[in-house]
């Protein structure tokens, strides 16, 4: 999502400052060395199937936690004006801990039966667009007293109501569309429709997931820009201006210690910006330089207007299902909510080829692409059941890191995954972050929304954009997504049958601005002649076919404790769509295909091959 900021193209975070060796696990958990300037420079340091030492785990545990901070915090905050609840920073911040909680939960489900990639799971833009669309109904619009911070009294029963009837709608619609996900992914239908869906049908989809959010993310800024301007400074200051300076930091392993090379600005830009102007804001309020009044511009940027938060939220908090009460269900929520899935689908596949690629995996087969939908579904399900009001998906900004740190072991992501939880049953982290000031909230989403929406027009470095055909599609895709969504919120009573239930499906699906643009996208797409090639999608039916299963596949994407091979083996379930294929005929296109990346032309083994113990 946002790996732009965190500026993963770098070869390392971390680099010694004797240029010393890159260290990886084998099999058998034994360190090896490349000797360092060979070929071998751009393989991970750690494999998808090695184990890091414990505290390197943690380390970049802590790591990935922090890189996705922006798009976990950011998702609750979006949420809390149409739920009513941008008074209430206490609630916010229990939003914010739930998230973590089942973030943490879904990320270990996916690295130990999903499509077994160490990709972190975390909130969904894609479910934002439609979740407003739903709030904005005139049946769940916020009353205007919500809306006055002297009329709220947060522990009525009245205003407690208001809030948490949305979210049941809300976590109701979630888990009905999660089912339509499981059903995708369990099935395989992902791998039919994967033939129709190309980048132009997810560039105008992705794109449009943070374009109409920009009034959400200028309503924030412009409560100071000022200090929303000093925000994106520093974001873009760290992650572009800064990204290749080394702050040397010192290192004792063993009985021996060194000076090493930390990309600091490179790796925690977001974080690091967030920190200043929340320390700026610190000041301004102390010396008073920020108004008091709570109707003078600039107010909402003390730090003291949510102070008592950390005060009230509890030390330790266990979010459980059904948190908010019992779910409710209407047919406009799970159609718009459906739309989200599949704008949210369709990205995570692209993750998983990309994080492949960085942790020296073979391209993911059919078999895993198809459980790590369904274990996604399975994820959004259990996002809905707790309540936070969203759901999960692959973070795009955490592969991304995988290209920073070049570790890409399975047990970083379970340390990140646990350190997920954690977070989310200590209270009073949640409450830290309900606390950052409003504009710089606004500044942080202005980045992050371009940045998303960077991420979708990147998608069409496969197509031929030469070509007139592909011009019109995304070009009328992308504007049809804005402009029919902004018609029919300002005309909604122009497309009334009269039949209650059709007229909310409608007006949903109509203002989900990347459901209009990502339908347009697929139908002309797939109905406008034109070839492969300049659809795209021959790079795409390529990348299916590399998939090939072969020995190092199996062995990457089979699933744990020996289910399929141990246990579990009846010929029955080789008929699923989700399991692992097992056959002699793989393995030995595996052997030879192994043999191949480790000879030269000549037959000889490559430069890279060459290995030396620690």
């Known amino acids: 999502m946002s790996s732009a900021i965190t500026g993963w193209e770098h070869p390392d975070p971390l680099q010694r400052a004797d240029d010393g060796l890159n260290c990886h696990h084998d099999?058998?958990?034994?360190?090896?060395?490349?000797?360092?300037?060979?070929?071998?420079?751009?393989?991970?340091t750690y494999s998808v199937l090695d184990v890091p030492p414990w505290y390197l785990c943690i380390l970049l545990g802590i790591q990935h936690f922090l890189t996705a901070l922006g798009g976990l915090v950011a998702v609750p905050l979006i949420l809390a004006k149409d739920l009513c609840l941008q008074h209430d920073p206490l609630t916010q911040s229990y939003l914010i801990s739930t998230i973590f909680f089942v973030?943490?939960?879904?990320?270990?489900?996916?690295?130990?039966?999903?499509?077994?990639?160490?990709?972190?799971?975390?909130?969904?833009?894609?479910?934002?667009?439609?979740?407003?669309?739903?709030?904005?109904?005139?049946?769940?619009?916020?009353?205007?007293?919500?809306?006055?911070?002297?009329?709220?009294?947060?522990?009525?029963?009245?205003?407690?109501?208001?809030?948490?009837?949305?979210i049941r709608e809300l976590q109701g619609a979630i888990m009905v569309a999660s089912c339509v996900q499981m059903l995708v992914g369990f099935s395989g239908l992902i791998g039919f429709l994967m033939r129709f869906i190309g980048p132009l049908t997810i560039a105008p989809t992705i794109s449009l997931v943070a374009l109409p959010l920009f009034d959400s993310a200028g309503s924030n800024a412009g409560v100071h820009w000022g200090i929303a301007a000093v925000t994106i400074f520093l974001i873009v200051l760290f992650s572009q201006y800064l990204k290749n300076v080394a702050v040397p930091v010192p290192v004792c392993g063993g009985k021996k210690c060194h000076t090493s090379k930390f990309y600091l600005f490179q790796v925690f830009p977001v974080l690091l910006a967030l920190c200043l102007s929340w320390l700026l804001c610190f000041v301004l309020t102390v010396t008073n330089a920020l108004p008091t009044a709570p109707t003078a511009y600039g107010h909402l940027a003390r730090t003291d207007t949510k102070g008592n938060v950390l005060s009230q939220a509890p030390w330790f908090r266990f979010p459980y299902p059904g948190q908010w009460g019992l779910p409710t269900i209407s047919l406009a929520g799970v159609f718009g909510i459906i739309a989200g899935v599949i704008s949210s689908m369709v990205e995570s596949v692209g993750d998983y080829y990309a994080c492949?690629?960085?942790?020296?995996?073979?391209?993911?087969?059919?078999?895993?692409?198809?459980?790590?939908?369904?274990?996604?579904?399975?994820?959004?399900?259990?996002?809905?059941?707790?309540?936070?009001?969203?759901g999960t998906t692959s973070y795009s900004e955490n592969v991304g890191a995988l290209g920073i740190t070049r570790v890409g072991s399975r047990m970083v992501m379970v340390a990140a995954g646990c350190l997920l939880l954690a977070m989310g049953v200590f209270g009073k982290i949640g409450a830290a972050f309900a606390?950052?000031?409003?504009?710089?909230?606004?500044?942080?989403?202005?980045?992050?929304?371009?940045?998303?929406?960077?991420?979708?027009?990147?998608?069409?470095?496969?197509?031929?954009?030469?070509?007139?055909?592909?011009?019109?599609?995304?070009?009328?895709?992308?504007?049809?997504?804005?402009?029919i969504p902004s018609w029919v919120n300002n005309n909604a009573e122009k497309l009334q049958t009269g039949i209650?239930?059709?007229?909310?499906?409608?007006?949903?699906?109509?203002?989900?601005?990347?459901?209009?643009?990502?339908?347009?996208?697929?139908?002309?797409?797939?109905?406008?002649?034109?070839?492969?090639?300049?659809?795209?999608?021959?790079?795409?039916?390529?990348?299916?076919?590399?998939?090939?299963?072969?020995?190092?596949?199996?062995?990457?994407?089979?699933?744990?404790?020996g289910i399929g091979t141990k246990v579990c083996t009846s010929s029955c379930t080789q008929y699923l769509p989700f399991w692992p294929r097992l056959g002699a005929g793989s393995r030995e296109r595996g052997r030879n295909l192994l043999a191949r990346l480790f000879q030269d032309p000549s037959g000889a083994r490559g430069k890279g091959a060459s290995e030396t113990k620690l």
């Open 27 to 44: 099999g058998q958990g034994g360190k090896k060395a490349r000797q360092a300037g060979s070929s071998s420079s751009s393989q991970p």
């Open 103 to 166: 973030s943490g939960l879904c990320t270990l489900l996916q690295v130990f039966l999903g499509v077994r990639l160490p990709i972190l799971q975390g909130g969904t833009f894609a479910f934002v667009a439609p979740s407003l669309a739903m709030l904005s109904l005139p049946a769940w619009k916020c009353p205007e007293w919500t809306f006055n911070a002297s009329l709220v009294n947060t522990s009525s029963p009245e205003f407690t109501e208001e809030w948490q009837k949305r």
């Open 356 to 390: 492949a690629r960085l942790v020296g995996a073979p391209p993911p087969p059919r078999h895993a692409v198809n459980r790590g939908i369904g274990i996604e579904g399975l994820g959004c399900l259990l996002a809905g059941a707790w309540g936070t009001g969203n």
């Open 435 to 483: 606390t950052i000031p409003t504009p710089v909230i606004g500044g942080m989403f202005l980045v992050m929304f371009g940045v998303i929406t960077a991420v979708g027009i990147s998608n069409l470095q496969y197509v031929d954009m030469n070509s007139s055909r592909n011009l019109f599609i995304f070009g009328f895709s992308i504007y049809c997504g804005l402009a």
């Open 500 to 561: 209650l239930q059709l007229d909310q499906v409608i007006q949903v699906l109509l203002t989900t601005g990347m459901f209009v643009g990502g339908f347009l996208g697929f139908f002309l797409d797939n109905t406008i002649p034109g070839s492969l090639e300049e659809r795209g999608l021959l790079v795409w039916n390529q990348m299916q076919e590399d998939s090939e299963e072969t020995a190092k596949a199996l062995e990457v994407y089979r699933l744990p404790c």
